[in-house]
């Protein structure tokens, strides 16, 4: 895991274990880097990725803050039984089946290293596939992993359920995961995997999905037929966003 990586695995825990409550403040940069004998850089990057994740948020010339319902995304952060891939999520009653579309090893981009926290130098692999249920198209899903972290991923893993070839055969716990849903016009690749219509939006989201010890190993964007997707949420009580 790299140094930064590290340093956010290390925050989000004090977030979650209440060290910083929602509201506090951080101490400051160069306290925080000389505690983790980093530099302010590293540093920042680990503030960026926890920025991301929704934990804390910035007030230029007052420092960083947790975020007032950070508390909710640790609740919401309940481990394996809790975020699931496709095939468990629709259960046994729905035959599932995927579809590569591409498959290819290659280095990965800045942003994937970003979310990967990953160096320029590690291979990731590159995953396009059509996901049907039913025995008709659901989604289209376009998936990077980094190869040193699950290895050994194939066709025939591929044609299954990837998560369940992490969890049994790897034998690694999968955790928490950033997810961001948004609507946008369909692709061209949407209308012919997905067999929709140009006019038809999809439904985008967004993963970084993350094992139980808090490395990140996926990260993913779905296109979702709109008129086969939807969603629950439970919200608990008032959350406080600052503006």
Do not use: C
Request: charge should be negative; avoid cysteine.
């Amino acid at each position: 895991m790299s140094k930064y990586a590290d340093i956010a695995q290390n925050i989000r825990h004090e977030i979650k274990s209440g060290v910083y409550a929602p509201g506090t403040s951080l101490p400051d940069q160069k306290s925080m880097a000389a505690n983790f004998h980093t530099s302010r850089m590293t540093l920042q990057k680990a503030l960026d990725l926890l920025k991301t994740e929704g934990y804390l948020y910035s007030q230029q010339g007052a420092g960083t803050f947790v975020k007032y319902n950070a508390d909710s995304l640790v609740n919401m952060d309940i481990g394996v039984d809790q975020y699931v891939g496709t095939t468990e999520l629709l259960g046994p009653k729905h035959k599932v089946d995927s579809r590569i579309v591409s498959f290819n090893l290659r280095y990965p981009t800045e942003i994937e290293q970003e979310k990967l926290a990953l160096s320029a130098t590690q291979v990731i692999y590159d995953i396009v596939r059509a996901r049907w249920v039913d025995d008709e198209p659901y989604a289209l899903e376009y998936t990077k992993m980094p190869v040193e972290l699950i290895p050994n991923i194939d066709e025939t893993v591929l044609k299954q359920s990837i998560y369940q070839y992490i969890e049994n055969t790897l034998g690694l716990q999968i955790g928490s995961a950033f997810r961001r849903i948004e609507a946008r016009r369909s692709t061209l690749e949407d209308i012919k995997q997905l067999n929709i219509l140009p006019e038809d939006p999809v439904l985008v989201v967004t993963n970084i999905v993350y094992l139980a010890d808090g490395r990140p190993f996926e990260y993913s964007k779905t296109h979702q037929r709109s008129d086969k997707s939807h969603f629950s949420i439970f919200v608990s009580g008032r959350t406080h966003e600052p503006h």
